[in-house]
């Protein structure tokens, strides 16, 4: 057994070697960019979250399991992983105790002899080769080959991955012959539980070189594989728990993150500030947990089948957008860690000198701006890979640096400087709503008053738009019914700046964002209600990031609680048939999924009838990410998409709890409606509208 351990301790030493080469490699590149200290600090800082999400997203594939096949394929070729790291203990152990010794009876101390582990080794080892009979269906089920772009696998490394589900299978045959010899020659630890190891002792004949081949080749395999880990895809074996841990909580929607250079938030008073380092402008700008998102990419493409821009044949994939990133970064490694181009050749230069976004860039501008930051693919993505936050840092650099954005997003940019609002209408015509009302409502002066509970956020829409105002004032009615004291700002509210920072206008967002936090401080307020999601999270999830700290509530939120405390009774039955659309930042950037819907249940006479796509896999309407105020001329359009989906429910009403929804869907109905595709009675009303028709009655 000596040459035995001789070969198996050489093969370790070099796989080791070649994969601590490359660990260093990757190290060394994810670290050329910027720090990114707020990622640590937070870890640290909420230890207890991340050790749950560890529990909950890693071990426990909670991401993974919601789409089950897969899923549950995945759960046991993984655990496989942790399992069966047992049986190469037993496998080192055998060698070397064998050159010792010469028996290669080699078992762990304490549990090494429990059939319990036999049974388990043996029963993961059977599911994992079942895993990857599923996972090899699904592959040739959703062969981009067949299926073009509807592929979530379309763009994927496909040879790559084969070649992994082919080397996993080689570790686990190797593993049963290397068991099954073990037992043939009553080398085997387990008396029982390892069914499939002790069947095949029955009928492999007894020979040691058989033995000894089998341990060999099985190490063997699993040392390959290591190093073909390391140098592929699926390298998110190991980055992808540290990609979790350094993640943002509760995920990566919600609020944007804040921009920095050199790891500290921007301060646009700095007199020393460089506007070329604003955003990201090369790869090299991008911090090392942006390269952890790009080593920890599986290419699975969950996130592209998701996408809405890519749904609706627009150049966006969101996997694509990482890969494309990932891809270029090792191609100009080498150049980015010596620092030295004076010895490089002009096709390296060129390489060099690639603008991250482009028309001849890593990333085309086509590409970039068809996001409407719906945040599906940051829902959908298993290892946390925080795509949009790439988009925004690519578009602070290309609007702040390059001045390079869609022209039509120019007039919006300022309307918000000179105006406050996106349509450049006057601050005056904000309180316009109010004179509607039969009843008084509080315009703030300079204080809040003290028998005041809200500040109603009425929002540049639910001010200024004629569908939205519905809905302002359908809200303001409830809350009076139901006695709560409310006051609003008027003409003292400014846009909370969710398009401009969206957009990638930083600069913008942070002088609307500081005038209102003066404004609510100065007046005093704690408690807010909004009724627009992007007022809501901007509110609730990016003020607090330059000190405006309060609590904020959804008007659903606020609604339901109303209903369920009988301070609201709706009575009037409304005999439709409804289905509601989950609006983007208050579903899967908020979890604000059941209120809305608990309050349509509440109303009598409703039938709610879900579309395919809802709730955390909700389709968006098109209106986010500034795209609002972009207009969207490659493929279909995605608010037309939407309304077709809706369609297929045979609605007699769509309902949403947004007022870019409400305009979206609006207008995709109407075109239906020219088309004769639509019945001329559908149309798109926000919750609170149809809850205060059947409180009223």
């Not at 409407?372 to 936050?389: L, M, R, S």
């Not at 409830?478 to 003292?492: E, Q, Y």
């Amino acid at each position: 057994m000596l040459w035995v351990a001789i070969i198996g301790l050489a093969m370790t030493a070099a796989a080791v070697a070649l994969a601590g080469r490359r660990a260093l490699f990757l190290f060394k590149l994810a670290t050329v960019g910027p720090p990114a200290p707020e990622r640590i600090e937070y870890a640290k800082e909420h230890a207890g979250d991340e050790i749950k999400a560890q529990l909950v997203e890693v071990f426990g594939q909670k991401k993974l399991l919601k789409w089950t096949p897969s899923g549950i394929a995945h759960f046991f070729v993984m655990w496989a992983f942790f399992i069966l790291l047992t049986v190469y203990i037993e496998a080192y152990g055998a060698i070397i105790q064998g050159a010792i010794t010469g028996r290669p009876d080699f078992h762990i101390p304490l549990i090494g002899q429990w059939s319990v582990l036999g049974l388990l080794q043996d029963f993961i080892a059977v599911a994992c080769v079942l895993g990857l009979i599923v996972f090899a269906a699904i592959r040739i089920k959703n062969s981009p080959k067949t299926l073009g772009r509807r592929s979530r696998f379309s763009g994927s490394h496909l040879g790559g991955a084969w070649l992994v589900l082919f080397m996993i299978f080689n570790i686990i045959w190797t593993l049963f012959l290397a068991r099954g010899a073990a037992a043939a020659n009553g080398n085997f630890p387990y008396d029982g539980g390892a069914f499939v190891s002790l069947a095949l002792g029955q009928v492999l004949p007894a020979s040691h070189l058989l033995e000894q081949i089998a341990l060999l080749l099985h190490i063997g395999f699993m040392l390959v594989f290591l190093v073909i880990v390391v140098n592929s895809k699926h390298l998110h074996i190991f980055t992808a728990p540290l990609n979790v841990l350094f993640s943002r909580r509760p995920d990566g929607l919600g609020g944007a993150p804040e921009l920095r250079i050199d790891g500290k938030p921007v301060d646009f008073e700095d007199e020393d500030l460089d506007p070329e380092r604003l955003g990201r402008g090369k790869i090299g700008d991008t911090t090392w947990k942006g390269f952890l998102d790009f080593y920890s990419c599986t290419e699975c493409g969950r996130c592209q089948s998701q996408c809405p821009a890519w749904n609706t044949d627009k150049p966006l994939s969101p996997k694509m957008l990482i890969l494309d990133q990932r891809d270029h970064a090792f191609k100009v490694a080498p150049y980015l860690l010596q620092g030295d181009t004076s010895h490089a050749d002009t096709d390296v230069l060129a390489l060099l000198e690639k603008p991250l976004v482009g028309e001849e860039g890593v990333i085309h501008p086509d590409v970039l701006w068809s996001c409407t930051n719906c945040g599906a693919c940051v829902e959908q993505c298993p290892v946390d890979i925080e795509h949009i936050d790439h988009i925004l840092d690519m578009r602070r650099y290309q609007v702040m640096v390059e001045s390079s954005f869609p022209s039509e997003a120019g007039v919006m940019v300022k309307n918000l400087e000179n105006k406050g609002n996106p349509w450049g209408m006057s601050e005056m015509k904000r309180a316009d709503w109010i004179e509607e009302l039969d009843f008084e409502v509080t315009l703030i002066d300079e204080k809040m008053p003290e028998d005041t509970e809200y500040l109603f956020w009425v929002g540049c829409a639910g001010a200024l738009e004629d569908r939205a105002k519905k809905t302002t004032k359908a809200v303001a009615e409830l809350l009076h019914i139901a006695g709560v004291k409310f006051a609003v700002l008027g003409p003292a509210e400014a846009c909370t700046g969710d398009p401009a920072r969206r957009l990638g206008m930083e600069f913008l967002f942070n002088m609307l964002a500081q005038q209102n936090i003066e404004t609510l401080n100065e007046a005093g307020v704690k408690k807010i209600v909004a009724t627009c999601p992007h007022c809501f999270n901007t509110l609730a999830n990016e003020y607090p990031q330059l000190g405006g700290t309060y609590e904020v509530v959804h008007h659903t939120q606020l609604l339901a609680k109303l209903v369920d405390e009988g301070l609201l009774t709706p009575v009037t039955p409304i005999e439709e048939k409804i289905t509601y659309h989950d609006p983007c930042f208050l579903g899967r950037h908020n979890k604000v999924y059941s209120q809305p819907r608990d309050i349509m249940s509440k109303v009598p006479g409703v039938q709610t009838q879900e579309m395919h796509r809802h709730k955390d896999r909700g389709f968006c309407c098109g209106a986010g990410g500034a795209r609002m105020w972009m207009e969207e001329r490659i493929g279909k359009r995605i608010n037309t998409e939407r309304v077709d989906e809706a369609l297929t429910t045979n609605p007699d009403t769509v309902s949403t709890a947004c007022p870019f929804c409400m305009v979206m869907l609006g207008d995709a109905i109407n075109e239906k409606k020219n088309n004769g595709e639509a019945k001329e009675t559908l149309e798109v009303v926000d919750v609170a509208q149809l809850l205060i028709k059947s409180v009223k009655g």
